[in-house]
């Protein structure tokens, strides 16, 4: 990677009048911001489907894109929505993403501009579907989904719970309307990113994406390949996903998700991983693999435990997975989200994949021999202030313990408000290729603008940016920083235009 920087920023924090971020022009106002500020990486979380507790990382479909991130203005652009429409559907702009009101009051507009649009992009979206495979899955997931309100494994239906073949296109053609609406919503999406992202590269700037480790139990993916899952005759977990007790959580987390057949993902050359991935590279300029060690083993838990404390440690596929995915795509860019308890296999799985690891500063200073602290970062790696799920650099400022406040102001020379500050400047010049800063930490925002606190279930990925806080003088003071670090292009230096 070259030396550059960027900022983390998910899709639903943008500013905008619809009280969610959006892909229109507020996600372009963005972009602007970045170039003004010589960024060269945005990076986002997930985008699919949100799932329980509104978690992007349990989403119901590893392919489908979030109908809640489509831009309302450019439906009404396109005739389908209309002024006064667009004017009820206003919400405050600085307030916290409401999930619950949304999903209703969303719902039903876009079910409007279907009922406008189905005639006149019909074929555009036939065409489209016939190129995205996964769709008449989704779709027909969503649709059942709908049509029973509840998750896939009560349907009543058991043949289509086992997504036998007959019950499958019987339903197919039941809910043949309710499939077309879910269709046309994702065509939406999928051209509105398009769109967006060719807007935002033609600026330089590419979109660092996250691929969840584990996907939702009540999802298109584990319903119509459960195979590739560790589930029993009823489509049951037998197993689920979490991790033991660390940084984050004293108690560990319980996620929930269901396990991978491993070996049989194995017998058909790893087809899921090679189909996701080329979903993802569809989407994103570069991938951060969440949960990377997990690969090399990770968390069992019995299905039915109260508790991850319970679980237990398995194999994972290591190499073996990667070496031949990652070959399918020799153009793609990956990053290993390599946090959590790096035993030395996890570092040397890390090390044979050759993919850059991450430095997050917030868990850095305890004492010199620390991994996370500067001067023991690596070039091929990134240097993070901190990631969606820590706090931001000034609210974890103020719970950091007197050890850490004292070990900052011994390496940095800084202490109580300048702290954060320096922080960043360590970040921005470390050795790492790519540094990553939430934005919160350049706006100097508190905990209040916390993203997500690992295992809690409520009050997570609801923060918004004021959008008159992206001020022409805060890109300027970005920029500065990052071009006196050398991770501005030379064309976007001072000296260069000077």
């Not at 838990?301 to 404390?309: E, I, L, N, R």
Request: charge should be negative; proline fraction near 5%; glycine fraction near 10%.
């Amino acid at each position: 990677m070259e030396r550059s920087a960027g900022i983390l920023l998910p899709i639903f924090s943008l500013p905008g009048r619809y009280g969610i971020g959006s892909l229109g022009k507020e996600a372009r106002a963005f972009a602007d911001f970045l170039h003004a500020a010589g960024q060269r990486w945005w990076q986002i979380l997930p985008v699919g489907p949100a799932g329980a507790g509104n978690s992007p990382y349990a989403s119901e479909s590893t392919f489908a894109g979030n109908p809640l991130f489509i831009d309302l203005d450019t439906l009404a652009q396109s005739g389908f929505l209309t002024e006064e429409e667009l004017n009820k559907a206003a919400l405050p702009e600085d307030g916290q993403v409401d999930y619950a009101a949304l999903s209703k009051s969303r719902e039903t507009l876009l079910r409007k501009a279907y009922s406008r649009a189905r005639e006149v992009e019909g074929g555009q979206v036939a065409a489209w579907a016939e190129k995205n495979f996964w769709v008449k899955e989704y779709a027909l997931f969503r649709a059942a989904h709908a049509h029973y309100a509840d998750a896939w494994f009560n349907w009543p239906d058991e043949a289509l719970r086992r997504h036998e073949w007959q019950a499958v296109e019987a339903a197919r053609v039941a809910l043949a309307d309710e499939i077309a609406f879910q269709t046309h919503v994702q065509y939406w999406f999928f051209t509105q990113w398009a769109s967006l992202k060719e807007y935002v590269n033609a600026l330089g700037i590419r979109i660092i994406g996250d691929m969840p480790i584990y996907v939702s139990l009540d999802s298109a993916d584990v319903w119509s390949e459960r195979k590739e899952f560790l589930l029993d005759d009823e489509g049951h977990p037998q197993m689920v996903a979490g991790v033991p007790p660390d940084y984050f959580s004293e108690e560990g987390q319980l996620w929930g998700n269901p396990l991978y057949n491993w070996p049989a993902m194995k017998r058909d050359g790893y087809g899921w991983w090679i189909r996701r991935i080329d979903g993802a590279q569809k989407l994103f300029d570069m991938i951060r693999i969440d949960h990377f060690r997990g690969l090399e083993s990770y968390w069992a838990v019995p299905a039915g435990a109260k508790s991850a404390k319970e679980g237990h440690w398995e194999k994972g596929p290591g190499m073996e997975m990667l070496r031949p995915v990652m070959g399918w795509f020799p153009q793609v860019r990956f990053i290993a989200e390599d946090l959590g308890l790096l035993t030395p296999a996890v570092l040397d799985l890390l090390r044979d994949s050759g993919l850059p690891g991450m430095k997050v500063l917030q868990f850095a200073f305890d004492s010199p021999a620390n991994a996370y602290l500067p001067h023991n970062h690596v070039e091929n790696s990134l240097c993070y202030t901190g990631t969606h799920d820590n706090d931001t650099l000034h609210g974890w400022w103020k719970t950091a313990s007197k050890a850490e406040k004292a070990f900052v102001k011994k390496y940095l020379g800084a202490s109580g408000k300048g702290a954060p500050e320096a922080i960043l400047r360590a970040g921005q010049g470390s050795v790492s290729a790519l540094f990553i800063a939430q934005l919160q930490d350049y706006l100097g925002i508190g905990s209040e603008g916390r993203i997500n606190t690992p295992g809690t279930a409520q009050g997570n990925w609801s923060w918004r940016v004021d959008g008159a806080l992206l001020t022409k003088e805060l890109a300027a003071s970005i920029r500065d920083l990052t071009a006196t670090f050398a991770r501005c292009a030379p064309e976007e230096t001072p000296a260069a235009k000077d």
